[in-house]
């Protein structure tokens, strides 16, 4: 078996993004010798990988880049991923190269690249190499491949996990800046967990599956690994999109929130398991009481819905949408497949078309229990597995085991959810725990808000690397999400504020308090209800304190509607240069109303008509 110690140290292991761009912004002609480091360190010997680009394959996606830079006149701000090396699950089409799915027999060289991996091109992002799975990506365990088990960064007796299993491993040891995976029943997130990366499942239909070959394609999604969640959060809004070729493709409405509520509330099973792994459930109990102790309110929730719907992605009709995305392979080669693998799509044999509507029917019964319990919450907080197993006990338990993985991500996708796996801690035994959020469709921006904030609390190592996040990492401020529109907020509509309903019941989120450049005037209007001011831009003005705000983008409009006259929405230059959209006030109003430019904000001014006269 091939071990970590097999691979050559390129001196670019364990980069994040922002580490890849600061490096092509000093050395932006600097892709070959970059990239032909980077590919001195890995070996085919490695069971993560199945597949290495050739040397004729990297120098085609090189040519490319370096056209696509010359039509970009050489600005590498709108490349963000220019030259930053990537891996793929080898479930996943890129144009020239071969798919097997883990599966010698089944192999194919595909004739285009996978919707995501042209979206990731386009942006400036090599594929170096396709990586290791369990077979069809039927597993969570990394052992189901012809191509040998994959074996856990940080000890390898035990699984690394699956069904992306080749995918976290070399994202873990930092030989790329990110990789695909798939996730179906928590193929992005249990390997996320068994070694210390962060596993982004995004809402169905974000990521386009063309060019994926199927395991559930009405529950198959695009899955993310990287070592920080704002890498992980750049890469999702690089790859992702409508996808016309796609049937499952579907548009963000962009209604939901992109950042969670400032005091969240996060659900928790009101009965987990373990399966008697005591490490395990130390580890989850201490990441409750880290939440906790941050403001977090937590509260139990019956998980039964939850853990029935679960239950049928395995033991009930759902396998059979397996047996069709198998298809020829299973009906002509059996003896090709996994023996594991093939005994599960062999079950979908087992079930009518009547078991069919009826497991369809129950998931939709589970689905709006589990959306409705959800209802008021952030997230639904959980262990990203309840426990791990070692190579030898999956040999002696396949099965078993691998359904113990799943417990609590197998209903995600059937339940239409958003999810996010993150490092929280180092168990005794020297391996990693983690734990996952879930949330209702497209709430992903939220789940990453609050991922980023958790993972600068920690500042655990970055996956199996040793290294540490960089302090620029924890400088870096969200940026604004092509989901939301940041406005500013002056008046009543600042927090605690008679207005301020107008955004929260919008989803809209409270990003930070901050100030006008120092050429705005504030006034009192007269004869508004309720009291509200006016801001102008004028000579002689003053820096005026304002809220900043997210709104979903869908929402906006509905916002902009109940303005009033004389007020309107423009846009404001903020102290620090940034522009955003915010108040403004027509001329016409301000002969009657009072200058209070001088109190420097709408609070100030209401709490000095609020105190008592002083004798």
């Given at each position: 078996m091939a071990s970590v110690s097999d691979t050559v140290t390129s001196p670019f292991r364990g980069f994040t993004l922002g580490e890849w761009q600061q490096h092509y912004r000093g050395a932006p002609d600097s892709l070959r010798t970059t990239l032909s480091l980077v590919m001195g360190s890995l070996s085919q010997n490695d069971n993560a990988w199945i597949y290495l680009a050739t040397a004729e394959q990297l120098e085609?996606?090189?040519?490319?880049?370096?056209?696509?830079?010359?039509?970009?006149?050489?600005?590498?701000?709108?490349?963000?991923?220019?030259?930053?090396?990537?891996?793929?699950?080898?479930?996943?089409?890129?144009?020239?190269?071969?798919?097997?799915?883990?599966?010698?027999?089944?192999?194919?060289?595909?004739?285009?690249?996978?919707?995501?991996?042209?979206?990731?091109?386009?942006?400036?992002a090599i594929v170096i190499g396709k990586t290791n799975l369990d077979q069809f990506a039927t597993g969570l365990v990394g052992t189901r491949s012809p191509y040998g088990a994959v074996?856990?960064?940080?000890?390898?007796?035990y699984v690394s996990g699956g069904s992306s299993s080749g995918s976290a491993s070399v994202l873990a040891r930092g030989l790329v800046a990110f990789s695909l995976g798939t996730d179906t029943a928590g193929s992005g997130r249990v390997p996320a967990g068994f070694n210390n990366v962060v596993g982004l499942k995004p809402t169905k239909g974000w990521l386009s599956n063309t060019g994926v070959v199927p395991a559930c394609r009405l529950n198959d999604s695009v899955s993310i690994f990287a070592?920080?969640?704002?890498?992980?959060?750049?890469?999702?809004q690089a790859a992702?999109?409508?996808?016309?070729?796609?049937?499952?493709?579907?548009r963000n409405p962009f209604t939901a929130p992109v950042a969670m509520s400032p005091h969240p509330r996060f659900a928790v099973p009101d009965s987990l398991e373990f399966f008697g792994d005591a490490l395990a459930e130390f580890e989850f109990d201490q990441a409750l009481e880290r939440l906790n102790s941050s403001g977090i309110t937590l509260v139990p929730v019956d998980f039964t819905p939850f853990r029935e719907l679960a239950e049928q992605l395995y033991y009930g009709a759902w396998v059979a949408e397996r047996t069709v995305a198998v298809g020829e392979i299973f009906e002509e080669s059996p003896e090709a497949m996994d023996p594991i693998v093939r005994g599960i799509v062999a079950n979908g044999l087992n079930y009518t078309a009547s078991d069919a509507?009826?497991?369809?029917?129950?998931?939709?019964?589970?689905?709006?229990?589990?959306?409705?319990?959800?209802?008021?919450?952030?997230?639904?907080?959980?262990?990203?597995?309840?426990?791990?197993?070692?190579?030898?006990?999956?040999?002696?338990?396949?099965?078993?085991?691998?359904?113990?993985?799943?417990?609590?991500?197998?209903?995600?996708n059937l339940a239409d959810l958003s999810a996010l796996a993150l490092p929280s801690s180092m168990r005794a035994d020297g391996l990693p725990a983690g734990i996952t959020l879930i949330a209702p469709a497209w709430h992903d921006d939220a789940l990453a808000s609050f991922g980023r904030q958790w993972q600068r609390s920690l500042n655990l190592p970055l996956g199996a690397t040793g290294l540490a996040m960089k302090s620029e990492e924890f400088m870096t401020s969200a940026p604004v999400s092509a989901a939301c529109v940041r406005v500013?907020?002056?008046?009543?509509?600042?927090?605690?504020?008679?207005?301020?309903?107008?955004?929260?019941?919008?989803?809209?989120?409270?990003?930070?308090?901050?100030?006008?450049?120092?050429?705005?005037?504030?006034y009192a209007l007269a004869n508004t209800t309720p009291p509200k001011p006016g801001l102008v831009r004028a000579e002689g003005g003053s820096a005026i304190i304002v809220e900043l705000w997210d709104i979903p983008l869908a929402r906006f409009g509905e916002f902009v509607a109940e303005i009033p006259a004389p007020l309107g929405m423009g846009s404001l230059e903020l102290a620090d240069g940034r522009r955003v959209k915010g108040f403004i006030c027509e001329p016409w109003a301000l002969g009657e109303a009072t200058d209070i430019t001088a109190f420097g904000g709408w609070r100030s001014y209401i709490q000095s008509l609020n105190s008592p006269v002083k004798s």
């Amino acid at each position: 078996m091939a071990s970590v110690s097999d691979t050559v140290t390129s001196p670019f292991r364990g980069f994040t993004l922002g580490e890849w761009q600061q490096h092509y912004r000093g050395a932006p002609d600097s892709l070959r010798t970059t990239l032909s480091l980077v590919m001195g360190s890995l070996s085919q010997n490695d069971n993560a990988w199945i597949y290495l680009a050739t040397a004729e394959q990297l120098e085609a996606q090189i040519l490319h880049l370096e056209a696509l830079r010359h039509q970009h006149e050489g600005l590498l701000s709108t490349l963000p991923l220019y030259g930053v090396p990537f891996a793929v699950k080898d479930n996943m089409d890129i144009a020239g190269w071969p798919t097997t799915a883990a599966c010698p027999a089944f192999a194919y060289t595909a004739e285009a690249d996978a919707t995501v991996i042209a979206n990731l091109k386009a942006k400036g992002a090599i594929v170096i190499g396709k990586t290791n799975l369990d077979q069809f990506a039927t597993g969570l365990v990394g052992t189901r491949s012809p191509y040998g088990a994959v074996p856990n960064t940080f000890n390898p007796d035990y699984v690394s996990g699956g069904s992306s299993s080749g995918s976290a491993s070399v994202l873990a040891r930092g030989l790329v800046a990110f990789s695909l995976g798939t996730d179906t029943a928590g193929s992005g997130r249990v390997p996320a967990g068994f070694n210390n990366v962060v596993g982004l499942k995004p809402t169905k239909g974000w990521l386009s599956n063309t060019g994926v070959v199927p395991a559930c394609r009405l529950n198959d999604s695009v899955s993310i690994f990287a070592l920080t969640v704002a890498d992980a959060q750049t890469v999702a809004q690089a790859a992702g999109g409508f996808d016309a070729a796609d049937a499952y493709s579907r548009r963000n409405p962009f209604t939901a929130p992109v950042a969670m509520s400032p005091h969240p509330r996060f659900a928790v099973p009101d009965s987990l398991e373990f399966f008697g792994d005591a490490l395990a459930e130390f580890e989850f109990d201490q990441a409750l009481e880290r939440l906790n102790s941050s403001g977090i309110t937590l509260v139990p929730v019956d998980f039964t819905p939850f853990r029935e719907l679960a239950e049928q992605l395995y033991y009930g009709a759902w396998v059979a949408e397996r047996t069709v995305a198998v298809g020829e392979i299973f009906e002509e080669s059996p003896e090709a497949m996994d023996p594991i693998v093939r005994g599960i799509v062999a079950n979908g044999l087992n079930y009518t078309a009547s078991d069919a509507w009826r497991a369809e029917y129950l998931r939709a019964e589970l689905s709006r229990k589990i959306n409705l319990t959800l209802e008021g919450f952030d997230a639904l907080v959980v262990p990203t597995s309840p426990t791990i197993r070692t190579q030898q006990e999956l040999v002696q338990e396949p099965v078993l085991y691998n359904s113990q993985f799943g417990i609590y991500t197998n209903f995600t996708n059937l339940a239409d959810l958003s999810a996010l796996a993150l490092p929280s801690s180092m168990r005794a035994d020297g391996l990693p725990a983690g734990i996952t959020l879930i949330a209702p469709a497209w709430h992903d921006d939220a789940l990453a808000s609050f991922g980023r904030q958790w993972q600068r609390s920690l500042n655990l190592p970055l996956g199996a690397t040793g290294l540490a996040m960089k302090s620029e990492e924890f400088m870096t401020s969200a940026p604004v999400s092509a989901a939301c529109v940041r406005v500013a907020v002056v008046g009543a509509h600042l927090t605690g504020m008679p207005l301020n309903f107008q955004l929260t019941s919008r989803n809209a989120v409270r990003v930070e308090q901050t100030t006008t450049a120092a050429t705005y005037k504030l006034y009192a209007l007269a004869n508004t209800t309720p009291p509200k001011p006016g801001l102008v831009r004028a000579e002689g003005g003053s820096a005026i304190i304002v809220e900043l705000w997210d709104i979903p983008l869908a929402r906006f409009g509905e916002f902009v509607a109940e303005i009033p006259a004389p007020l309107g929405m423009g846009s404001l230059e903020l102290a620090d240069g940034r522009r955003v959209k915010g108040f403004i006030c027509e001329p016409w109003a301000l002969g009657e109303a009072t200058d209070i430019t001088a109190f420097g904000g709408w609070r100030s001014y209401i709490q000095s008509l609020n105190s008592p006269v002083k004798s």
